[in-house]
Nanobody, 119 residues
Framework: QVQLVESGGGQVEVGGSLRLSCVASGSNFIINVMGWYRQAPGKQRELVATITSGGNTNYARSVKGRFTISRDNAENTVYLQMNSLKPEDTSVYYC?????????????WGKGTLVTVSS
C-alpha cells in the first residue's frame, strides 16, 4: 500500500501563488509517475500536471506557463508551484501516483487539498 498526503492548499487572491506538496509513504513500493489532478464543484476531475521518475512533465493547457510540477525522488515527494492564480483554479487538488507495489502496478490517490482563489 501507498499513502499520499497533500499539503499547502489554502486561500489566495487572484494573481497570487501557492505551493502544493504530496508525500508518498508505504512499504515495498517504487514510485513511477506522480501527478496532480483537480476537481471543482459540479465538474469532473481533470489532469493538471504529471511528472515521470525521469523528470518528463506534462501539463494541462489551462495551467501551462503558470504551474510547475517537480519531484524529489529520494523523498517520494511531488510539488506543484502555482503562480498567477485565477478564480477558475479554485478546486480540490488531488495527488496521484502510479507505483509498483510488490511487483504489481497500482494507482493511488490522496484525499485532496482545497485551493480557493478569490477576486
Amino acid at each position: 500500500q501507498v499513502q499520499l498526503v497533500e499539503s499547502g492548499g489554502g486561500q489566495v487572491e487572484v494573481g497570487g501563488s501557492l505551493r502544493l506538496s504530496c508525500v508518498a509513504s508505504g512499504s515495498n513500493f517504487i514510485i513511477n509517475v506522480m501527478g496532480w489532478y483537480r476537481q471543482a464543484p459540479g465538474k469532473q476531475r481533470e489532469l493538471v500536471a504529471t511528472i515521470t521518475s525521469g523528470g518528463n512533465t506534462n501539463y494541462a493547457r489551462s495551467v501551462k506557463g503558470r504551474f510547475t510540477i517537480s519531484r524529489d525522488n529520494a523523498e517520494n515527494t511531488v510539488y506543484l508551484q502555482m503562480n498567477s492564480l485565477k478564480p477558475e483554479d479554485t478546486s480540490v487538488y488531488y495527488c496521484n501516483t502510479g507505483a509498483t507495489v510488490n511487483g504489481y502496478g497500482m494507482y493511488y490517490w490522496g484525499k485532496g487539498t482545497l485551493v480557493t482563489v478569490s477576486s
